[in-house]
């Protein structure tokens, strides 16, 4: 299995346009989808210089219900006239972030995408969409105390409601005895994501978990959102459910990463704008 990082908040390569948004390629045994397409086509634009052609993809699959996720999908409907996105139903309904002083941000996805509905293909229970590829809602309940948490709100018919995160599924690629976990944001919690991957497919080890967590503040990616052992917590946990690789970047933020360092060790990657991760090598 091979990841290639479209777009990220950051990169190493001067060449590449960068983002407050994340999108990757999943090229596994011959199948190849897009995750998530970042806030705008800028993702898009990087993927002929990373070796990547969009008009091949076979399928496309959004994490959840918010803008810098979702942006490019317009774009990429135009260059490939073919592939479905799979999404939660949830995903299309509006998403807001209400801040003390009342002001209000749009967080959900553009309108444009919200009319293909000829190209979305709504998942509602655990899915394989392709052999050994599966889509996971979220099991674990209360997750509306979070969304609240983050001052993050989705709009019902009778006004806006906490967030439970319903318009987020986590994607699982299934090798043998071991899984490759994709939570891009981990609004529910990383260590929350992997403990539901493991209870859906108990004896299986995480190899490798690619993703947000969701740890950095108001200002961006170089600024922190939580308090510092709050973070370590999190590192604590990933490291006592024994994942073994954790390529993280985008919400989590560069102060919160460099606090998991002296924690995770080796195991710890940062999924910048570019990167390129094989798995399972023949």
């Known amino acids: 299995m091979k990841v290639t990082a479209l777009i990220e908040n950051t990169t190493p390569d001067a060449g590449l346009r960068c983002e407050h948004g994340l999108a990757l390629y999943i090229e596994q045994d011959g199948w190849r ?16 210089d990373l070796g990547v052609d969009l ?21 990429f409907f135009a260059c490939n006239d073919h592939a479905p996105l799979y999404l939660r139903p ?12 009342g002001e209000q941000k749009y967080l959900g996805v553009p309108l444009a995408l919200r009319e293909q509905r ?16 599966w889509l996971l809602p979220h099991t674990t309940p209360g997750l509306e105390k979070r969304g609240e948490k983050v ?20 994607m699982v690629v299934v090798h043998g005895e071991e899984l490759a976990v994709f ?4 609004h529910a919690g990383a ?14 080890s ?21 308090r510092p052992e709050k973070a370590q917590a999190l590192g604590e946990r990933l490291l006592a459910l024994d994942v073994q690789e954790i390529w993280t970047g985008h919400c989590t933020g560069r102060p919160a990463f460099d606090l998991l360092v002296p924690i995770l060790g080796d195991r710890l990657h940062y999924l910048a704008t570019g990167t390129v991760v094989t798995l399972w090598e023949n």
């Open 33 to 48: 989808c897009l995750l998530d397409a970042g806030a705008s086509a800028a993702g898009l634009e990087n993927a002929p």
């Open 55 to 75: 008009s091949k993809a076979d399928a496309a699959v959004l994490s959840h219900g918010h803008y810098d996720h979702s942006g490019g999908f317009p774009a």
């Open 90 to 101: 949830q995903a299309v309904e509006e998403s807001w972030q209400v801040r003390k002083d």
């Open 118 to 133: 000829d190209r979305l293909r709504f998942i509602t229970d655990p899915t394989e969409i392709h052999p050994g590829v």
């Open 151 to 170: 001052a993050m709100y989705r709009q019902g018919p009778d006004g806006l409601h906490p967030d439970d995160f319903a318009h987020e599924q986590t």
């Open 183 to 186: 939570s891009s944001c981990s």
């Open 191 to 204: 260590d929350t994501v992997v403990e539901e991957v493991q209870a859906a497919f108990p004896g299986k």
């Open 206 to 226: 995480v190899r490798a978990f690619f993703g947000g967590f969701h740890l950095m503040g108001a200002g961006g990616a170089t600024t922190l959102g939580v």
